[in-house]
């Protein structure tokens, strides 16, 4: 890999870090703050909100200046959220700002791969930022667990300089301080991208025109028929992955008897399967067969099902790890080709736009489902059995259109096509 490739990995990691350690925090001063349980999935879908409504934007925004330079501007958005909450604003709006960063951040990250890289070194890429994203969601939420935990808080309030009044006198502001830290080193690692040279000159900057293009770029990508197999499952995947990291603090919650401190590590333990998952495809699966681990998103809703029959802890780590394991392996494939087919259609910031628009608006769908039956208190082993019938009768879909398109078109061939523009 190219040295600039290493680059772009540390600074999505400490971005990621911070954003899954402030998730855990967002959580903890809801829990402090004594609100319904019902807002808890809210978090995550105020985060994301802007993935859905800035979609039409963000690719022209990360097309129109170096990548670099777009990540580092979009990290101190999320340093502002993070500061917000600091400030005493309402976590979920403070953690909508932070989602606003994220949305711009990620055509950049993405992109910057597709222009770095030939496209036979995308699996293997994406192995590898995948790999590395589970990383650091597992040390992000351990994290965040940790810095809630009454033990290590107060250890933290008892840090204060000598002559100097911080203004940091509680659990939760000594632990956002933290997490500001982790954001800084990101920014740090984003002024060391390389500028790859790939410029997008005809970038439009009417909202209506951006609309339009946006829509053009949507239907491209959902008419190709390469492209519409693998934005349907990462579609799939993102929004049953956040609704899972709901559904586990739950069950650890109700069946396993843990506080959230012990139920983030569970978050983390799921984390491990994706990355080792995630490592195998980049290893083994080539883009070429990238269609081929399909099944797996089947197997892996079914998998899901066997948690509402687990009590104990060290089964439901070992269950966890084989469901991260499976989407792991199933997911980097299916993100590789979807990036190449993007590509291969249009640039690489709205090709992106467009995956996380879909993704997010899937992720958006099912926590608001998630978050009506946690008000009706639906019992948890209920949510489990539709959420993992859901995946898997869903992927059987997914896999029926593909076999129909390959009675029809040649789309395989589609793989090995290179951009002629």
Known sequence: MKRGFYTIMAAQFFSSL??????????????TMHAPAWMTPLLKLFFVLSYVLLAAFVGAFADGMPKGRVMFITNLIKVGGCAMMLAGVHPLLAYAIVGFGAAAYSPAKYGILTELLPPERLVEANGWIEGLTVASIILGTVMGGALVNPKISQALLNMDMPL??????????????????AYMIAAIFNLRIPDTGARYSDQAHNPVRLIVDFASCFQRLWADKLGQISLAITTLFWGAGATLQFIVLKWAERSLHMPLDRAAILQGVVAIGVALGAVAAARFVPLSRSLSVMPLGVIMGLVVMLMTVVHTAWIAYI??????????????????LLQHRGHVLMSAGHSIAVQNFNENLSVLTMLVLYALMVKVNMNVNLVIILFGGFVAGTMLLVMRR??????????????????QH
Do not use: W
Not at 18 to 30: C, E, H, P, V, W
Not at 171 to 177: K, Q, V
Not at 402 to 419: G, V
């Open 164 to 181: 100097i009044d911080t203004g940091i006198d509680t659990p939760i502001e000594a632990a956002l301080c933290v997490i500001v830290g």
């Open 319 to 336: 269950l966890l790890i084989i469901i991260g394991a499976l989407s792991g392996f199933f997911v980097v494939p299916m993100n590789a």
């Open 402 to 419: 593909h076999a129909y398109n390959q009675k029809r078109y040649n789309s395989m061939a589609l793989i090995t096509e290179h951009r």
């Open 18 to 31: 911070a954003d899954n350690a402030l998730l855990i925090a967002a959580i903890s001063m809801l829990a």
